[in-house]
């Protein structure tokens, strides 16, 4: 049975993404995003997405300076399909995912945010996909892993950064968890820990209480949504 992770993370204001400028400046939502390569330049790619807003699109006006040419070509009910082309490999996060040999499967955006959803072959392809897209774009934000399990059901995965915490509480924490202060029974207390890391007891609560609470919210939040 399939054991790959399931990923949904949010972009807000990602570089170089046509879609969500599109959708920003109608206050609007766009969806059923997709591309094709252009046979005339492998250089180039024809992108396509469906805008909904209450308000119209002034393409000249608002994409002045994302440097693509976009047409409306068909229109929905709700909505109105836009078609651009683009030079490939310009920052653009979907492709990011794709080179790690992960098809994009979802593409969404609401205002300036951007929606992705992509499987992974393992937590080691997660993990290179999440840091090539925090690389590209500062406000990432995963929103939901799922993995898949051999009895058919689904497990749901926290994706924790490690960088939330400063290099001291780390510290802290990995001093305390070699030392066995989280364990039960513990095998050390606060006090030798403490002493160990040459702080005082209270800083080590200190240190401890605020990781702690990093951490949980990461958890806890995640769970929530």
């Given amino acids: 049975m399939a054991t790959g ?18 959708s920003e400046a109608v206050d609007g939502r766009a969806h059923s995003v997709s591309k094709s390569a252009n046979p005339d330049d492998p250089d180039r790619v024809t992108e396509e997405f469906v805008l909904e807003s209450d308000g119209d699109l002034d393409e000249s006006r608002e994409l002045a300076d994302a440097d693509v040419d976009l047409s409306a070509i068909f229109e929905y009910g709700s909505g109105s399909v836009y078609r651009f082309e683009r030079d490939l490999h310009r920052g653009c996060p979907c492709e990011a995912v794709e080179r790690f040999d992960s098809p994009v499967t979802d593409v969404r955006s609401r205002g300036s945010s951007l929606y992705l959803t992509f499987h992974a072959a393992d937590m080691e392809a997660l993990q290179s996909i999440i840091g090539e897209l925090t ?3 500062s406000n990432l934000d995963v929103q939901r892993l799922l993995q898949s399990q051999q009895d058919g059901g689904d497990r749901n995965l ?19 968890h070699r030392m066995g ?15 160990e890391l040459e702080i005082t007891g209270t800083t080590f609560a200190e240190h401890v209480a605020a990781a702690q609470t990093k951490l949980l919210n990461a958890i806890l939040d995640d769970e929530t949504r």
């Avoid at 992770?5 to 046509?18: M, T």
């Fill in 158 to 176: 926290v994706f924790v950064d490690r960088s939330a915490l400063t290099d001291r509480q780390r510290e802290v924490l990995e001093t305390a």
């Fill in 135 to 137: 690389r590209l774009c």
């Fill in 181 to 195: 202060y989280f364990d039960h029974p513990k095998r050390a207390n606060a006090g030798e820990v403490a002493e």
């Fill in 5 to 22: 992770i399931r990923a949904e993370v949010k972009i807000d204001d990602p570089p170089e993404c046509v879609v969500t400028r599109a």
